[in-house]
Structures are given as C-alpha cells and as structure tokens.
C-alpha cells in the first residue's frame, strides 16, 4: 500500500482560527487566562491533525506553532503579572479611590432625603390597600427594626 491521500478536513482550519484568538489575548493580563487554555487546545488539535493527515499540513503545522507560542505566551504574561502583585501594590494611582465611612453615610443620608417623598407616598398608598407594611410611614426600617439591631 502506498501513501494515502490526505483527508479532506475542516479542523486544520478550526485549529487556526482559535490560534489566532489565543494570540490575540495572550498578552493582556485579562485576557490571559483565556489565551492560555484556547492555544493549548488550538496546538493539541492543531498537532493531532498534522501527525493524522487531516486536510491540509500546512495549516495544521501553523495552527500547533500558533497555539503553542501563545498558550506559552499568556503563561509568561500571567505567571509575570502574579509575580508583580504578590511582590505588593502595584505602582501607580489607584484607580477607584475608596470612600471614607463619613463620606459614604453623607451619600447615603443625601439618598434618602432625596427619595423620602416617594417612599412615603409608596407607604401610604400601600396602607390605603389594607395590606400592613413592615417598613415605616418614610420607607425606612420600622422603630421595632432599629431595637432590633
């Protein structure tokens, strides 16, 4: 028996596609935990169609070299990226400044001023109703609530 022709398949392809995607995201750190597992499995099939003669060579050779650069790739960026902040913060300016517990009841006291018409109208016409409401006539917790905690 002499050499089979190649079989004609997709998967070569399929295996370039998610090797371009894993590419893509190897070098972001968001995106590295997916780049990671997508180029290991682009490389595995990418691979397992080169050593079965599935459709053409070429792409299937491009598609584990691909999927393997970038699966090692997202692991150098996340194993790097894990070094940096296990060393402590990272450098620069936070980017969400936390609140102060004064600031933040001020916000909150702002909030409830704010919506205490509506609620008491809510109250009202939920007692018009017959229904017995377990909040106060403003919405907020009733006197038996705040002796409770």
Not at 68 to 77: I, N, P, Q, R, Y
């Amino acid at each position: 028996m002499g050499d089979a022709e190649p079989r004609s398949s997709r998967l070569p392809w399929a295996a370039l596609a998610f090797a371009c995607a894993a590419a893509l995201a190897c070098w972001n750190p968001l995106a590295a935990p997916l780049g990671l597992p997508v180029g290991i499995a682009a490389a595995a099939i990418g691979w397992w169609a080169f050593a079965r003669r599935r459709g053409t060579r070429g792409v299937a050779l491009a598609a584990a070299l691909l999927g393997g650069a970038a699966a090692v790739a997202a692991g150098g960026v996340l194993a790097a990226t894990s070094a940096r902040l296990a060393a402590g913060e990272p450098p620069g300016e936070a980017v969400v400044a936390p609140r102060s517990p004064a600031e933040v009841k001020g916000l909150l006291d702002a909030a409830a001023a704010r919506t205490r018409p509506a609620r008491t109208r809510a109250a009202r016409q939920l007692e018009a109703t017959g229904a017995r409401p377990d909040r106060a006539a403003d919405g907020g917790p009733s006197d038996g609530d705040l002796e409770a905690e």
